[in-house]
């Protein structure tokens, strides 16, 4: 079984940023593809950002690209989201996911485990 819990969500003025991580309960996710989603009221849930299970490689949604950095740190069994010039409409719950493959994916069925989320609001 695999746990996933993300922190760092908060309320933030625009232009702002906020630094959401993933922390994942074991070491097996080193092994597979990262990604960032984020569902806003009444709206489906997107891809934000994904990371190989390496690290080397990181796809991005257009809306976040220059904006928004996915990192992460195997050894620590993490991962980051880096959210910097933060807009209103980037208000969400951001939710970390683990992909079924190595190679980062923009599919929600290609994620197998998820964190519960957390709760970004960004103010104009």
């Known amino acids: 079984q695999v746990t996933l819990v993300e922190s760092g969500g908060g309320l933030v003025q625009a232009g702002g940023s906020l630094r959401l991580s993933c922390a994942a309960s074991?070491?097996?996710?080193?092994?597979?593809?990262m990604g960032w989603f984020r569902q806003a009221p009444g709206k489906e849930r997107e891809f934000v950002a994904g990371i190989s299970s390496g690290g080397r490689t990181t796809y991005y949604a257009d809306f976040v690209k220059g904006r928004f950095t996915i990192s992460r740190d195997n050894a620590k069994n993490t991962v980051t989201l880096q959210m910097n010039s933060l807009k209103p409409e980037d208000t969400a719950i951001y939710y970390c996911a683990r992909a079924g493959t190595s190679w980062p994916v923009r599919q929600i069925s290609d994620y197998d485990y998820w964190g519960q989320g957390t709760q970004v609001t960004v103010s104009s």
């Open positions: 074991t070491r097996t996710c080193s092994s597979n593809a």
